[in-house]
């Protein structure tokens, strides 16, 4: 009877081994060994990413590269929180879609690699403490602390510079010491190309765009309330638009930003002003040497005049071309 129950606890106890060692693991698919998000979705090899509008493509294998990172919890399957997806089944995260590239970067190659006089340091390493990378935190501030002994370096010498140009002013052949303006935008990498320079480097063109129309009051009234512009493009070298627009440039949509050199047709400005855009200009020594227009979109396109608004109508787009030389 004894022998008996000693099998009977030893093939109990044998079951209990096997039915442990065949549990299934919550966050792998045992048919595919697939990961799985808390929903028992599967995590594809290949992932699209919708962050913050801007689309990406990557491998899972890199968003878990840091397991213990915001981006490693979610695509491993720990989150207690599934991700959400847009539309179009991408994953969503609501973040800067822009700098996402540095961070995507710094998963593909574990180390942080940055435009010149890349201007969103803060910014990037707000994003890396979000998504939980110590180690690119601590790039970042290596980086910021390089930048921040280059840029005390230039205000000594330019500071320097400055004071031996006043002292000697009356030697000057009829020049002009360009004052230092404070609200010259941290942006601006021209030397000595500052508002009313007629210098070489900061010679050039800058086109203002818009698509307006006007407003109407309801009911489609045929008095003309007031102008409406959908937004003012800036195009032109990079430099120039940072020196002339300052803080009210947009530079959201422009995917490579910082190198100051380049040219750029994506920058907008933050304000609907067309007039304020002319006198910074101005200001900046520019004047209007082009533009250009279409005519109003007069005909009704659509054939059904329920369907065509008073404003569809006035549609139009305008241009305009500035220029600032030292023959000006």
Same mark, same amino acid.
């Given at each position: ?40 979705? &599967? ?36 989150? =207690? ?33 940055? +435009?010149?006089?890349?201007?969103? =340091?803060?910014?990037? &390493?707000?994003?890396? /403490? ?92 045929? /008095?003309? &309330?007031?102008? =409406? ?25 422009? +995917?490579?930003?910082? &190198? ?44 059904? +005049? ?23």
């Amino acid at each position: 009877m004894g022998l008996e129950e000693d099998r009977s606890k030893s093939s109990a106890s044998h079951n209990g081994s096997e039915s442990e060692s065949a549990a299934p693991n919550p966050n792998k698919d045992e048919t595919t060994g697939e990961t799985l998000d808390i929903a028992g979705t &599967q995590f594809p090899s290949v992932v699209e990413l919708n962050v913050g509008g801007q689309v990406y493509t990557t491998a899972l294998s890199t968003l878990t590269r840091e397991n213990t990172s915001l981006l490693g919890i979610i695509f491993s399957g720990k989150s =207690k929180t599934p991700p959400l997806r847009d539309t179009r089944g991408r994953y969503f995260l609501d973040r800067d879609g822009h700098l996402f590239r540095f961070i995507l970067d710094y998963l593909r190659n574990t180390k942080l690699v940055l +435009p010149e006089e890349f201007p969103e =340091k803060d910014r990037l &390493q707000v994003e890396a /403490d979000y998504y939980r990378l110590p180690g690119l935190v601590e790039s970042i501030r290596r980086a910021r602390g390089g930048g921040a002994n280059r840029e005390k370096d230039q205000s000594t010498g330019g500071a320097q510079s400055r004071g031996g140009t006043q002292q000697h002013e009356a030697s000057n052949k009829g020049g002009k010491v360009a004052g230092n303006n404070s609200n010259q935008s941290m942006y601006d990498t021209n030397q000595g190309g500052g508002v009313g320079s007629t210098g070489d480097s900061s010679d050039g063109f800058i086109t203002l765009g818009y698509r307006g129309t006007f407003a109407f009051g309801r009911d489609g009234m045929a /008095d003309v &309330q007031f102008r =409406k512009l959908m937004r003012i493009i800036v195009c032109g070298k990079v430099s120039l638009c940072r020196e002339v627009f300052k803080e009210t440039l947009n530079e959201s949509r422009d +995917p490579d930003r910082g &190198q100051g050199d380049r040219y750029t047709s994506r920058f907008f400005l933050k304000h609907n002003f067309l007039e304020q855009a002319f006198d910074m200009l101005q200001q900046g020594g520019f004047t209007m040497s082009a533009s250009c227009a279409t005519a109003a979109n007069g005909m009704n396109q659509s054939g059904n +005049p329920e369907q065509e608004s008073e404003e569809n109508r006035w549609l139009h787009y305008n241009e305009f071309i500035f220029q600032r030389s030292g023959s000006n």
